[in-house]
């Protein structure tokens, strides 16, 4: 079968080095796939599947771009990056990845949260440039928090376990209770934990229900200080809400491994195409990301909590058995 492989990392040549995947002549692409991505004739006639991570955008006029596409695998999660309604029309399945993050995004969540409350950059920062201010770097036990975990799922309550061992009183909000964690953790109301909460940790997948479900009347109802950290999806928060209640000190500091519109701050290579295809809400947006990015008690890492070579494995292990499972007729992970 003749497959894409779009958004190709040097993290993942050491799976191809030691896998035979046969029955697939792949062709591999470093940049992203979207509309204005440079294919042959006999690559948009004769492809039957396509890889691609989130940083792709597979809009309606691209999809059909592919005469002869069967499968749409995304490396990832989420998939909100594909227009899912094209695909039924077209019969066309999108295949997801899920799980793959329980560890990796976990310790990034608790090493990000520490970095946070101890002012772990801004010191190492002062140190390099000799401008060492003691004062400010005092920090949190974590002890002393409480952590309010939104999404209880496979990553969510392996945070809330790390958190227990730390002694933290954890509050969680899910439509679904984790029966694994019920011992040490309350849940409660979205109003209830943006109110007691001192951290703010978010682990649910994005779709149209939940965008900006964090916003200014969110962030006025949370304590003061409050840090907030996002691997999920950038959309889940209002960056300029956020930028405001940083600016009013109503926000300590926040973690953020995702933005929103975020292919237009995280991949300058890619700026020129995807600032032609991006609207005017995007491009505020990130203009406010550059604000947030300037700020010292923010960080920003480009989606990489989910990047260490047993994720990166698992994902390609669990996209060619979702391939093959689907090609045999007993599609797994499939969204459409």
Known sequence: MKML??????????????????????????????????????????????????????????????????????????????????????????????????????????????????????????????????????GYDLTEMSLGVIGTGSIGASVCKIANLFGMHILAYDCKKNSDILDFVEYVTLEELYKRSNIITLHIPFIPDVYHMISNKEFEMMMDGVYIINTSRGELIDNAALYEAIQSKKVAGAALDVLECENLNMYPDDFLTNIKDATCDCLSSAIINQKLMAEPNILVTPHTAYNTFHAVNTILETTFSNIRACISGKCTNRIV
Do not use: W
């Open 5 to 138: 492989f779009f958004d190709y990392r040097d993290s993942e040549k050491r799976y191809f080095e030691t896998h035979a995947c046969t029955g697939f002549d792949i062709t591999f692409f470093t940049n992203n796939l979207n509309e204005n991505t440079k294919l042959t004739e006999e690559e948009f006639n004769e492809t039957e599947v396509i890889s691609v991570f989130v940083s792709s955008q597979l809009t309606e006029k691209l999809i059909n771009k592919f005469k002869n596409l069967r499968i749409i695998a995304t490396r990832s999660t989420g998939y909100n990056h594909i227009d899912l309604e094209t695909c039924a029309d077209r019969n066309i399945a999108v295949l997801n990845v899920d799980g793959y993050g329980k560890y990796s995004v976990t310790q990034y969540t608790i090493c990000v949260m520490i970095a946070l409350i101890r002012n772990i950059v801004p010191s190492i920062k002062d140190f390099q440039l000799e401008k060492i201010i003691f004062d400010n770097y005092t």
